[in-house]
């Protein structure tokens, strides 16, 4: 698939068949592998003089010098790319995904598509507040494929700094395991709350699946308000919906969800079972 629509990167040549004049794209048929590849393309790599080699520089005999090898630019945006998605942590089986590649036959699928086709759309433009969503309906409606697809979009367009987390194994396991004296994070409590709260855009999937503590609660009320108050964009994705939120933690959780968040249903069951990644499976 070629990245042109996506990508705002021109390093290729502009008729190129393959990236249209990005300099990468994405190859979608690898083996063992649902999400694909970025790779380089031969319009920009092909026997270039530094052979693929860090940091693709060449010695120019005439100005007695280093200079960047023709395609010193493709690949270092391509890395950027590739180093955001690790980053972010997304999981492998959506990496790439990007919502252009999804079904939207589905209605109740297709509202949340909009909502997140306009989030990205608009992420730059001046005036716009951007707000966050919850997003929530029973396992397998595609909620966090569409909470990934936002993710890859954004990464992929403005190079925006994301990170998907699953609440319990990311978020509250890791602040637990902070408190462990024998436990490698041991004393890093604020320095993991200040990741989740500082990143530009979180995506929390399986929200309230945790079991229900005083303690659960109170520190995911802390980072959705926190975030909340600097302005970061949250994305949630549930099995209950909003408002059973309204008898958990004396309903502030579902106080602070009216304000922030977009809320939206997802009622396609096995959406992951009845579209294949690409159409190509
Ligand atoms: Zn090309
Ligand atoms: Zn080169």
């Known amino acids: 698939m070629n990245l042109y629509k996506l990508s705002p990167v021109r390093e290729g040549s502009p008729n190129c068949k393959f990236c249209a004049g990005v300099g990468f794209f994405l190859e979608e048929n690898v083996k063992n592998s649902s999400s694909g590849i970025l790779l380089l393309c031969s319009c920009v790599g092909e026997s270039c003089p530094c052979g693929g080699k860090a940091p693709y520089m060449v010695y120019d005999e005439s100005q007695n010098r280093m200079l960047p090898c023709v395609c ?13 998605v690790k980053k972010a942590g997304i999981p492998s089986k959506y990496k790439y995904r990007t919502l252009k590649s999804m079904d939207t036959t589905h209605l109740s699928f297709l509202a949340a598509y909009d909502w997140a086709e306009t989030l990205v759309d608009k992420w730059n433009s001046s005036g716009t507040i951007r707000q966050g969503l919850y997003l929530w309906g029973a396992t397998g409606s595609g909620k966090t494929l569409l909470a990934c697809g936002i993710l890859n979009e954004l990464i992929l367009r403005y190079g925006t700094e994301c990170r998907y987390a699953k609440i ?14 024998e436990s490698e994070l041991h004393g890093m409590e604020q320095t993991i709350k200040k990741q989740f709260t500082d990143v530009e855009v979180l995506v929390l999937d399986d929200f309230g699946a945790n079991k229900e503590s005083d303690w659960a609660n109170s520190q995911l009320y802390d980072l959705i308000d926190a975030r909340y108050e600097e302005e970061k964009v949250t994305i949630l994705t549930s099995n209950i919906q909003a408002k059973d939120w309204k008898d958990k933690a004396e309903g502030r959780i579902y106080s602070r969800l009216l304000e922030m968040a977009e809320i939206i249903h997802l009622d396609c069951p096995d959406y992951r079972e009845s579209h294949n990644v690409f159409g190509t499976h």
């Open 168 to 181: 319990n194994r990311d978020f509250l396991s890791t602040i637990r395991d902070s408190y462990q004296k």
């Open 72 to 84: 010193h630019n493709a690949r270092i945006e391509l890395a950027k790319v590739e180093y955001l």
